[in-house]
């Protein structure tokens, strides 16, 4: 068993004991490590009344009778699993409360993320929850992302949204920021644009994020600084510099003239809130500034050349 396991257990299984469930989880696994099997074990440990007996840190692998295709995963006591009958309805598939989204092809479409908002939103049959599995979240396509977007905004009391992916930097801010991540990643390691990861996939996160700001409230700003505060100074300077490329990426673009001054506006802002980081400026504060600002420069008419 990894080692990231037994502490991503020990956070959500704190967390069941206190009866402290999130609205929504995205458990995030790496290129080879599937967070499938473990995202069904949480569906399992929220939808099973004994969740406290099945999991564990035993670190034992024993599929149940007709799993899914999902599979079992480190956590899951498999002789729990075996007994009782709730728990070998989620891992086939088959329990009333639980919904299985997956991608039919490469995209997970907007016909999906909406039947599984009205799923989600039917009151539960058997016990308190519902709970809504997405699969391979990061195929959503931008359809299906806002349809998922607004469920998640207003989620109902009992329902939970599970998420996996491999992929976290390809996933809209605006579903991560309204989910509790469980990485699933060795200890130390980033999910974070320009860390290791691919070149094409640094400039699309990039431009993503920038567009996402044109487009969304100040008060969805302050609620994504203060997600992406999260991984501190060296974080948040991480964020920045993704903001930095995308301003990069269209300056490259060689827009007109009037275009042209927004995005240098948009990279002296950027630079600006780098700066007051290096300067030991609290994360949170210099990027709900650069948020605000880059959104009323992205938003709103051109600036004008000075003088």
Same mark, same amino acid.
Request: proline share 8%.
């Given at each position: 068993?990894?080692?990231?396991?037994?502490?991503?257990?020990?956070?959500?299984?704190?967390?069941? &004991?206190?009866?402290?469930?999130?609205?929504?989880?995205?458990?995030?696994?790496?290129?080879?490590?599937?967070?499938?099997?473990? *995202?069904?074990?949480?569906?399992? *440990?929220?939808?099973?009344?004994? &969740? #406290?007996?099945?999991?564990?840190l035993a670190g034992q692998t024993s599929p149940a009778p007709g799993a899914g295709g999902v599979g079992v995963a480190d956590g899951l006591d498999p002789g729990h699993a075996v007994r009782c009958p709730v728990c070998r309805a989620v891992l086939d598939e088959r329990?009333?409360?639980?919904?299985?989204?997956r991608p039919p092809g490469r995209f997970l479409i907007r016909r999906q993320a909406v039947e599984a908002g009205r799923a989600i939103r039917l009151r539960p049959a058997t016990g308190p929850r519902r709970v809504a599995l997405l699969l391979d979240a990061h195929a959503?396509?931008?359809?299906? @992302?806002?349809? $998922?977007?607004?469920? $998640? +905004?207003?989620?109902?009391?009992?329902?939970?949204?599970?998420?996996?992916?491999?992929?976290?930097? @390809?996933?809209?801010?605006?579903?991560?920021?309204?989910?509790? =991540?469980?990485?699933?990643?060795?200890?130390?390691?980033?999910?974070?644009?320009?860390?290791?990861?691919?070149?094409?996939?640094?400039?699309?996160?990039?431009?993503?994020?920038?567009?996402?700001?044109?487009?969304?409230?100040?008060?969805?700003? $302050?609620?994504? #600084?203060?997600?992406?505060?999260?991984?501190?100074?060296?974080?948040?300077? +991480?964020?920045?510099?993704?903001?930095?490329?995308?301003?990069?990426?269209?300056?490259?673009? +060689?827009? @007109? &003239? @009037?275009?042209?001054?927004?995005?240098?506006?948009?990279?002296?802002?950027?630079?600006?809130?780098?700066?007051? =980081?290096?300067?030991?400026?609290?994360?949170?504060?210099?990027?709900?500034?650069?948020?605000? *600002?880059?959104?009323?420069?992205?938003?709103?008419?051109?600036?004008?050349?000075?003088?």
């Amino acid at each position: 068993m990894s080692e990231s396991r037994p502490l991503a257990v020990r956070q959500l299984g704190g967390a069941l &004991a206190r009866g402290r469930v999130a609205h929504a989880y995205c458990v995030v696994g790496t290129a080879g490590q599937n967070p499938g099997p473990f *995202a069904l074990e949480l569906a399992r *440990a929220l939808l099973c009344p004994d &969740a #406290a007996a099945g999991w564990t840190l035993a670190g034992q692998t024993s599929p149940a009778p007709g799993a899914g295709g999902v599979g079992v995963a480190d956590g899951l006591d498999p002789g729990h699993a075996v007994r009782c009958p709730v728990c070998r309805a989620v891992l086939d598939e088959r329990h009333p409360d639980l919904v299985v989204v997956r991608p039919p092809g490469r995209f997970l479409i907007r016909r999906q993320a909406v039947e599984a908002g009205r799923a989600i939103r039917l009151r539960p049959a058997t016990g308190p929850r519902r709970v809504a599995l997405l699969l391979d979240a990061h195929a959503m396509t931008a359809e299906a @992302a806002a349809a $998922l977007l607004k469920v $998640l +905004e207003e989620p109902p009391a009992y329902g939970v949204f599970v998420l996996t992916t491999r992929r976290l930097a @390809a996933l809209p801010t605006t579903i991560v920021s309204r989910c509790q =991540v469980v990485r699933l990643t060795a200890p130390g390691a980033s999910d974070a644009p320009g860390d290791g990861a691919p070149e094409a996939e640094r400039r699309r996160a990039a431009r993503t994020r920038l567009a996402e700001l044109a487009g969304i409230s100040p008060y969805e700003c $302050l609620r994504l #600084a203060e997600a992406d505060s999260e991984g501190g100074r060296a974080g948040t300077l +991480e964020w920045l510099e993704a903001l930095a490329l995308g301003a990069r990426l269209r300056l490259d673009q +060689e827009p @007109a &003239a @009037a275009e042209l001054l927004r995005w240098v506006s948009v990279a002296r802002l950027v630079r600006q809130a780098q700066v007051q =980081v290096e300067a030991n400026v609290q994360p949170r504060l210099a990027l709900e500034g650069c948020y605000l *600002a880059v959104r009323r420069t992205l938003a709103g008419p051109a600036p004008s050349r000075p003088g």
